[in-house]
Every structure is written in C-alpha cells, then in structure tokens.
C-alpha cells in the first residue's frame, strides 16, 4: 500500500477543507446580515461549522497520523495541527464573540500549514 499517495491525496482534502473553513470563519462576520438576501442563511448555522471541523479533524487526524506513522515519522505538522485545533476550541467555546472571528480563521489557517507542511515532509521523504 503507497501511504505516500494516501497522505499526498488527504493532505489536498485537507488543504482544501481547511482554507474553505479559514475563509468561511474570517467572511461569517462580516456579512451574516446579507445571508437571508441570498438564500444562504444555512452557512450561518452553528451545525455548519461543526460539520467542517469535523471534516477537517477526520481527515488530518487520517493523513498526518498515517504521514507520521508510515512515511516521515516527524512531529511538527501534528503540532501545527494541534494549534490549531486549540485555536478552534477557544474560538468555538469562548464567551467574548471578539474571540470567535480571530481564533476561527486562525485554526483553520494552522490546519492548512499542517496538511502543507506533512505534503512537503512526505514528499521530501519520497526523494531520499
């Protein structure tokens, strides 16, 4: 089995997922009042954003731990990735609404660097 290509694949998912929810997090303030003019008032339930982090923690939970397990055995994308889940935690559990805006956006960005930095590590890993 190429955990290599596995990773490589999640880590794309996951580069995604993460910036879709950073952009989504760091654009929801600003412009929940013109939601309903659109039709899209669904993207400001709070089960939307439970469902992408969710999605987000499944597939970096899946992609680092088999990058770290399998191919590179190196501990700083998970760190990135925890940051960021502590970021989102915070953001999500605060009871000061100034909170959520900045620490949302901000998980969501360190979950992209972990899925970067786990492509760049296992691709470096590839070539040795």
């Known amino acids: 089995m190429n955990f ?10 996951g580069i995604t997922a993460s910036t879709i929810c950073a952009i989504h997090c760091a654009l929801m ?9 659109i039709g899209l008032t669904f993207l400001s339930n709070k ?13 970096g939970m899946m992609s680092l731990g088999t ?20 970021f989102v935690l915070i953001g999500q ?6 909170i959520e805006p900045i620490f949302l956006p901000l998980g969501g960005v360190l979950f992209a660097v972990a899925h970067y930095q ?8 590839h070539l040795h």
């Open 4 to 13: 290599q290509r596995i990773t490589k694949r999640l880590d794309h998912i």
């Open 29 to 37: 303030p600003i412009f929940i009042n013109f939601l309903p003019l």
């Open 47 to 59: 089960w939307v954003e439970l469902i992408m982090i969710t999605i987000v923690l499944i597939v």
């Open 67 to 86: 990058a770290y397990f399998m191919v590179h055995h190196d501990i700083v994308p998970i760190l990135y990735f925890l940051l960021g889940f502590t």
């Open 93 to 98: 559990l605060s009871k000061y609404e100034i």
């Open 118 to 125: 786990n492509y760049k590590k296992g691709k470096t890993k």
